[in-house]
């Protein structure tokens, strides 16, 4: 019996632990073999499949309902589904916080999630019982009457749900997922690399299902049975989570980020007199207390953003360091200028997303205006956003198989192809090309429609739906250059404490993305209206100009570009020091519980 304890005890000790400092459910130092990778990997890809699949079963026809069931007009609808889906993402804010500062990770997304798979519930009673009146009403020819105003409150409520549900857990989920493979081991973390665009693939893949079948139902009338379809794929993306749950592998949350900001800010601000060190290595450093939660990284010192730097000079006043709102760490002084660093790049990608957005709104009401039919079968003017999935999925393997090895052998100097802002760079390349083609496809669409058609102009011009399919696969490719890029620089450059913050940002650009776009949409509105002109985007799209809108699009990314390319230059890489031989070691964080 001893002969078998010792056994177990040497096999325990040839147990590889992870070199990060991720932890299982218990606390425990994770084991390499029995967490995490792609077993942990696979079930998240699955469920953020799922969960697109629900989140887009009711925002890809979202604009058609509140035209057809909640008698809205289409610039309004178009307005309406942008503020929704620009509300979505900054809940992602609400998420990466709760997630990096409190709750962590895992806890993060299952009660988000649980929230999602309510707001899905409710819709689709809400819809049912009081919404679709008379019934089989919401179809193109038959638009349902007018609503009570607790039927209208049911229906804002249950939709906010599932945008405070859906925000909450899509940056989370996307950190988390990169959690389960370990960036300092040589072959997890390619892995790592290939997980966010397998992540993106998924959210893709999701939302094909939704923008055919259910987008089909859906035009048809049928947004009882869209909405069920959503509410029960949603169910069984959470059971899939919860399955993993012994698997998976944990980082402990740090704190609140808002308070160490601060606190660097404020012991800048006092010392604004004092002369500052001429070499970085004589600021305050910090002991073992001070260093990162997770895997003992500390981030090196890096120039630019100098005031800051004051917060980490000893003086006489700072009693031993022991008042973090008079002395700051190193560490904790590059943690804001990460972020500060972080929002120029940010802030170039909003105008991105703008273009990003008329998928699910103008490119949907410019489908409908066109001919739709295709040898006697209707084709739902939003399942042509299964182009841009087909867009995204070819360009994702293009990219990982032929671009990026055949630029790495270009390059010599690194193993790697392009970076990833190279690759944002690129991506808003093919958007403005996506704008032109559409702008072009809106010019002909005009020549060949019918000018005096009264209330519903759908199916009013000869020109074919499929003329739409070049912008929706140009969308697509910039999508693998643009969000993944950027899945992928946000969370390398954020610091350890602030991984689910940099997935994030990625959500919030979109988010404002919908916001400018629905301002933007106000302004060319009020501007280009006349007594004798209905504007660029009128209810009767064939008395409009949208080519234009589209082409005030490709104008203003092309000048976004401009700044983008200097924000890039300007921009300079965090850079960490190597994790602590007892993290790699496997040291013991007990005090996290999941």
Not at 220 to 247: D, K
Request: proline share 3%; glycine share 8%.
């Amino acid at each position: 019996m001893a002969c078998l304890n010792i056994e177990k005890m040497c096999e325990k000790e040839k147990e590889e632990y992870t070199f990060d400092g991720s932890v299982d459910k218990h606390g425990e130092p994770a084991v390499r073999a029995k967490t995490g990778r792609w077993f942990a990997g696979v079930l998240l890809l699955v469920n953020q499949g799922l969960a697109t699949l629900a989140f887009f079963g009711v925002g890809v026809n979202l604009v058609l309902f509140l035209t057809r069931v909640m008698g809205e007009d289409n610039a309004e609808a178009a307005n309406s589904v942008s503020k929704w889906t620009g509300t979505v993402y900054i809940f992602s804010l609400l998420g990466a916080f709760l997630s990096d500062s409190y709750w962590g990770r895992y806890k993060t997304c299952a009660i988000f999630q649980a929230i999602y798979v309510a707001g899905l519930v409710s819709l689709s009673l809400t819809s049912y019982i009081f919404l679709i009146k008379p019934n089989d009403c919401g179809d193109e020819d038959s638009p349902c009457g007018s609503h009570s105003t607790m039927s209208v409150a049911l229906f804002y409520l249950s939709i906010y749900l599932i945008a405070l549900g859906n925000g909450g857990y899509q940056p989370t989920i996307a950190t988390f997922g990169a959690d389960q493979f370990d960036e300092d081991h040589p072959q997890e973390s390619h892995s790592k690399v290939a997980f966010f665009s397998y992540f993106y693939l998924a959210l893709n893949l999701g939302s094909l299902f939704s923008n055919t079948i259910l987008g089909y139902f859906e035009d048809e009338g049928m947004w009882t049975i869209g909405f069920w379809a959503s509410a029960g794929s949603a169910i069984l993306a959470l059971v899939l989570f919860l399955i993993g749950t012994p698997r998976y592998r944990h980082f402990k949350p740090t704190g609140n980020p808002l308070s160490r900001f601060c606190q660097v800010v404020v012991a800048a601000t006092k010392k604004w007199n004092v002369e500052q060190p001429s070499r970085g290595d004589e600021l305050y450093e910090g002991d073992e207390q001070d260093l990162p939660l997770n895997g003992n990284r500390r981030i090196l010192h890096t120039q630019g953003f100098k005031f800051l730097d004051r917060a980490a000079i000893i003086t006489s006043k700072d009693g031993g360091g022991n008042n973090p709102w008079r002395l700051c760490a190193v560490s904790q002084v590059e943690e804001v200028k990460c972020i500060l660093r972080l929002l120029p790049i940010w802030l170039c990608t909003i105008l991105y997303s703008v273009v990003f957005t008329q998928m699910a709104s103008l490119f949907v009401e410019q489908g409908a205006a066109m001919k739709t039919a295709l040898s006697g079968f209707h084709i739902p003017p939003a399942s042509m956003s299964c182009f841009d999935i087909l867009g995204v999925a070819s360009f994702i393997f293009i990219y990982r198989r032929l671009l990026d090895p055949l630029v790495a052998r270009l390059k010599k100097s690194s193993p790697r192809g392009l970076t990833e802002l190279q690759r944002m760079g690129v991506g808003l390349v093919i958007a403005i090309m996506a704008m032109v083609a559409a702008g072009i496809v809106e010019h002909f669409r005009l020549k060949s429609a019918e000018k005096d058609c009264s209330h519903d102009c759908s199916n009013s011009s000869s020109l074919s739906i499929f003329w739409q399919v070049p912008q929706y696969v140009l969308i697509g490719a910039s999508e693998v250059f643009m969000y993944v890029g950027q899945l992928e620089f946000f969370n390398g450059q954020a610091p350890d404490g602030l991984k689910s913050f940099g997935s994030a940002l990625c959500m919030t650009s979109i988010s404002l993305g919908n916001y400018v776009s629905s301002l933007l949409v106000s302004v060319v509105m009020k501007i280009s209206t006349t007594d004798n002109m209905p504007g660029w985007i009128p209810g009767n799209l064939n008395k409009g100009h949208l080519d234009r809108f589209y082409f005030l699009l490709a104008a203003l990314t092309s000048a976004d570009f401009l700044v983008y390319l200097i924000c890039a230059k300007w921009y300079k890489y965090i850079k960490f020091e190597e994790r602590s031989v007892e993290k790699k070691n496997g040291e013991k964080q007990s005090d996290f519980r999941v």
